[in-house]
T-cell receptor, first 115, second 114 residues
Framework: AQTVTQSQPEMSVQEAETVTLSCTYDTSESDYYLFWYKQPPSRQMILVIRQEAYKQQNATENRFSVNFQKAAKSFSLKISDSQLGDAAMYFCAYRSKWGYQKVTFGIGTKLQVIP | EAQVTQNPRYLITVTGKKLTVTCSQNMNHEYMSWYRQDPGLGLRQIYYSMNVEVTDKGDVPEGYKVSRKEKRNFPLILESPSPNQTSLYFC?????????????FGSGTRLTVV
């Protein structure tokens, strides 16, 4: 079974600075999807960024980018120019390309942004 | 607006009193799923459905039931709630067979069982 590990329960960053959230996963599959979801205090789950495992190029969405290291099974999220609105719980998630049945989530990292 | 609608947003109930949390999506998605979120455990899948009348267990199905009689609706039923089912619940939907853009989530239901 696939597992997703987020080893940083809480992180903090100064406004306008850069922060990196870590995520590792365990799988025997070669093709899959990885996601980062944001959950602000409103508790709505918002998709931040996605990565397809067969694509070597790291995904980027505005101030959000990932460092995808397939061999190391690592998928970290970098937030540049942090803003107060980035304060949230961030979840890393994995889904097999062929098994739509389930997305496996990590336990989350709570990000605090300091003004 | 494309969305997943969950109701109620908050619910306090007593042990043993049957309850239903509703979930409806307007995107014609085949796939729907229920998750519960607990501190330190992340989101864990309860049940999922690949289409009408097709449902299956996730990782933590005990104490829950679901049904999928219509494509848009996927209610979660707690026949006899217990305090260990106090949690934040999310319904999610997605489209099968195309490039995976992740799930669309509902806004969550905070359930407290006393």
């Amino acid at each position: 079974a696939q597992t997703v590990t987020q080893s940083q329960p809480e992180m903090s960053v100064q406004e306008a600075e850069t922060v990196t959230l870590s995520c590792t996963y365990d799988t025997s599959e070669s093709d899959y999807y990885l996601f980062w979801y944001k959950q602000p205090p409103s508790r709505q789950m918002i998709l931040v960024i996605r990565q397809e495992a067969y694509k070597q190029q790291n995904a980027t969405e505005n101030r959000f980018s990932v460092n995808f290291q397939k061999a190391a099974k690592s998928f970290s999220l970098k937030i540049s120019d942090s803003q107060l609105g980035d304060a949230a719980m961030y979840f890393c998630a994995y889904r097999s390309k062929w098994g739509y049945q389930k997305v496996t989530f990590g336990i989350g990292t709570k990000l605090q942004v300091i003004p | 607006e494309a969305q997943v609608t969950q109701n109620p947003r908050y619910l306090i109930t007593v042990t043993g009193k049957k309850l239903t949390v509703t979930c409806s999506q307007n995107m014609n998605h085949e796939y729907m799923s229920w998750y519960r979120q607990d501190p330190g455990l992340g989101l864990r899948q309860i049940y999922y459905s690949m289409n009408v009348e097709v449902t299956d267990k996730g990782d933590v199905p005990e104490g829950y039931k679901v049904s999928r009689k219509e494509k848009r609706n996927f209610p979660l039923i707690l026949e006899s709630p217990s305090p260990n089912q106090t949690s934040l619940y999310f319904c999610a939907s997605g489209e099968i067979g195309t490039a995976d853009y992740g799930y669309t989530f509902g806004s969550g239901t905070r359930l407290t069982v006393v």
